[in-house]
Each structure stands twice: as structure tokens, then as C-alpha cells.
DNA sequence: CCACCGATAAGACTGAGTACCATAATGACG
DNA sequence: CGTCATTATGGTACTCAGTCTTATCGGTGG
């Protein structure tokens, strides 16, 4: 198999005519050239031509022609993934939030890239079906997450799953208005707004067995509110 | 561009050594071939060669490799949308509950085919890929369908955006337990259930403002209970 | 200076997908 | 029964993504 460069390979070259890092200057080759002539009409020959190097170096860089333009989904998944594994049981809607935070973050902290991309990507049928398998991978990794934290309450599998899909769907509806509007704005607001939504979601059906439910209280009339506010206190807290 | 052959090449043929359609001649040896041979080792010739046709031919059906094992998404995806589009306001959910059982149903009704095409795709990255996609697709319609039905309530886009992830997601969730389980049982009822699990996740937010609120009546002592009775049902049916 | 080693270049090769043209089958009609 | 138009099919050539193998370049340590 094919060895990745060990490191940047050039971290300060002595060659001249190029300073920025090889893989970099395939990626901006590479959707430059999508911009101007469209993605089909684009070759690799094109790009490393761009780039000041071979096709053969285009592919030690980057496994196919797509991966030029989805260059750190991997680097992001594994940041994914070992935010929710440095959590417990009992922190595990922080460590969903936090991780949809993560990625939305690592899209706004990019924005220009971010826009550019998003701009090709929904017009190029192939780099959408790359980027929405994508997306699936993420969802697999908050679905088990999801279900190991669940175990094997009744119908854990069922709600991992539309645990993972709403949680990934509340981030790209988030990602996407921000997008579409040209990254104006913070987006974190409407995500924790999307991530609140989702997670009262589930928390009514964690406890169905409250909803419909009416309490009727008598007190002697004679009681004091300090015993009135006691009573009702010890009931709440004896749902909890 | 090349136009499809324009119906069923031969309803009844003339010709002597093969009977079956050219589409599903084709759609079996490819089949066929994966599962005697792995996706990436079988080309298009092979597929031809066994199928009888000439290359050519293969590509006039299927208009790629990958298409041959997705003989009938499109046909889904319209009858989908047609279930869909032939509902108003009031029986939306009616109408998503029927076209998610149309999805499974499909499968269902062929369950050799779902099988061997599960076990397929679940080894060969790249049909796997092309299956995600496929659901988005799906996704999508009930996307717009629940937007267009929300209209534009507050939160329509995330509320439309997470009721279709949730559907698609609980329709996986059901028919891949279905596939793993070898399709040895009728999945009907544990759709219904999942379907119904998401109903009232999104039934309970559609009253949010219900939630959390406490009431406290007072009542004179000497009150009768018809008069007690009574001051209730007024303030419960103000709600609705 | 030499030996080694990683990065790059160069070229051959497979196979998917497209385009184009030639030919065989079919079906309608006189 | 022949003719003509239509349509499915076969065949061939081409582009390009992706793989693989070999050669060259450049630096580094001995």
C-alpha cells in the first residue's frame, strides 16, 4: 500500500519555486480548477499540473479526485469520536454537544473554504453523494455512541437511531442556513436552539410516564405556605 | 443521448435461447457474479458475457455498474412521492405512515432479493455509499412534503428537517433488523411501533407551551364536588 | 565519496463510462 | 412478399480515474 508522506513534507523547503505544503497547494489547485472550468471538465492531470507536481504525487496525497475536496473529514471523525469516548454515562448529552459543537465550529472557523465548497458540492451530484456519505459516517458514530450509553433499555437500538439522526440533522439544518445565507452570522445560537430542541425531544419520552399526568393536592386550610411549599417539594423531588 | 429501449425489448421474443427480459437477465448475473466472484473483481463485460448481451447493451440498461444492483430505486422514489403528494394538511401523517410502509413493503415482497443485496452491500464500500444516497433521496421527499405541510410555523425548516430524519431513520432502524435477522419474521408491527414512537416524540412538541406548567387551584371547602368539577373542565378545555 | 532512504516522477495497465457508427431485428404498409 | 423506417444491439475507439511498478532526484549519515 501506498505510504502518506511522513509529515508535511516540506516543513521550510530549500526548493524555490513553492513554499506552501504540498497537499495544500493540490487542494486549492484543485477546487480553483473546479471553480473556473467544473468539476467533470477538470482532470487530475489538471490539478498536479496546477499544483507543480506529477499526477503519481496527486494520488499519494489524496486516495481519488473527490478526496482533494473533503481534505480533513477524517481528522474531523477521529476528533469526533474521541470527544464522545472521553465521556460517561452521566455526561453524555454534554459530550453530543459538545461534539455537534466541534463540527460545526471546524466548518465556521473555515468559512471561506467552507462557502466555496458548499457552493460546488450542491451542484455536483457525485461530491454531493460523497459528502452525504460522509454525514452517515458521523451519524454511525453518534448512533453507537448513543446506544452503548442506552445499553439494552427496552428499544435502545430504535432510540440510538433517531437519537443519532435528529442530532445530525439538527446540525446540518444549523450548517446549512448558515451556509446558505453566506456564513453572515454565528451560527451557535441556532444550534444550541436546534440542540435544545432535540434533546427536550427525548427527555419526555425518557419519562412517559409523567405526561398526561394531573396532580390533585388538598391542604387544611389552616396550613402554613412554609407547609404547603414543603409538601409540594417533597413530591417533586420524589420523582426525580 | 442514448435513449432507453422503449418498453420490455421482447414481451413475448421470438428469439429462441433466452426468454427473460434483457434488464432482468442482465440485473441476475451481475448479482451473480458479486457473490461468486466480489464487486471489484467482476467488470461490466463479465456481466454482459453471462447475461448474454454485449457491453454495450449493459449500459443501455443500467447506466452503471453500481445501477445493476439498484434496478428499481427510481420506480420507489416515484410511487413515494406520489403517496405524498396525494394527501392534504390533515392526513399528512396518515400519508407518511403509508409511503414509509410502502418502503418496507417493497423490500418485504422480495425479501431473497433484499437479502443478497443486503449482505452484498454491506462488504462493498462503494455500494454502501451509493445506498446512503439513495435514502437521502427518500429523506428528502419527506422533507419537503413536512415543510410544505408546516408551512412556516416557527421552526418549520429544523422541525421538517428532524420529523423526516426521524422517519427515515426508524424505517432503517426496523428494516435492518429485519435484514439481520435473515427476514425470518414480519416486520409490519415493529414499524408500526417505531412509527409510533416518533409520532409522539413530535406530537408532545407541538404543545410545548403545556410543559412544566403547574397548576394551582384553590377552592372553598364547602365547595361541591360538581362545582369543583366544573372550575376545572372550564380551565382545561380554555387550553385547548 | 558512498550507501541509504523518502519523496517524486514517469509510464504502463485495468476498467468504467461515453460517443459514434454499423448492422441486425422488427414492424408497418403497400 | 418486398420495402422502408425504426429501434435494439454490437463493435470500436476514446477519455480518464485509479493502481502499480520502476526509475530518478535530493538529502543525510557514515
Redesign the interface.
Known amino acids: 500500500m501506498p505510504k502518506p508522506p511522513s509529515k508535511q513534507p516540506t516543513e521550510r523547503p530549500s526548493k524555490r519555486p513553492s513554499k506552501r505544503p504540498i497537499n495544500q497547494r493540490l487542494a486549492e489547485a484543485a477546487v480553483a480548477l473546479f471553480d473556473e472550468n467544473g468539476y467533470d471538465a477538470t482532470t487530475v492531470d489538471d490539478i498536479a499540473a496546477r499544483a507543480g507536481v506529477s499526477r503519481s504525487t496527486f494520488f499519494r496525497y489524496y486516495r481519488s479526485k473527490e478526496d482533494a475536496i473533503f481534505p480533513d473529514h477524517d481528522a474531523l471523525l477521529e476528533r469526533i469520536d474521541a470527544r464522545l469516548r472521553a465521556s460517561t454515562a452521566d455526561t453524555a448529552i454534554v459530550a453530543i454537544t459538545d461534539a455537534v459543537r466541534i463540527v460545526l465550529a471546524h466548518y465556521v472557523d473555515d468559512a471561506e473554504v467552507s462557502l466555496r465548497r458548499y457552493r460546488l458540492v450542491r451542484r455536483v451530484p457525485a461530491l454531493?453523494?460523497?459528502e452525504?456519505?460522509s454525514v452517515?459516517r458521523y451519524q454511525r458514530l453518534f448512533r453507537e455512541f448513543v446506544g452503548a450509553w442506552l445499553g439494552d433499555s427496552p428499544?435502545a437500538?430504535?432510540?440510538a437511531?433517531?437519537m443519532?439522526?435528529?442530532v445530525?440533522?439538527?446540525h446540518?439544518?444549523?450548517l446549512r442556513?448558515w451556509l446558505r445565507a453566506g456564513g453572515t452570522y454565528d451560527p451557535a445560537e441556532p444550534l444550541d436552539h436546534?440542540l435544545g430542541?432535540?434533546i427536550?425531544?427525548?427527555r419526555?419520552?425518557e419519562q412517559p410516564q409523567d405526561?398526561d399526568q394531573v396532580v390533585v393536592a388538598a391542604f387544611s386550610?389552616g396550613a402554613t405556605p412554609q407547609a404547603v411549599m414543603a409538601a409540594i417539594r417533597r413530591h417533586l423531588e420524589s420523582r426525580a
Do not use: M, P
Open positions: 454531493r453523494d460523497r452525504i456519505a452517515a428499544d437500538g430504535l432510540r437511531e433517531l443519532a439522526a435528529s445530525v440533522a439538527a446540518n439544518q444549523v442556513g436546534a430542541y432535540v427536550a425531544t427525548f419526555h419520552l405526561k386550610r
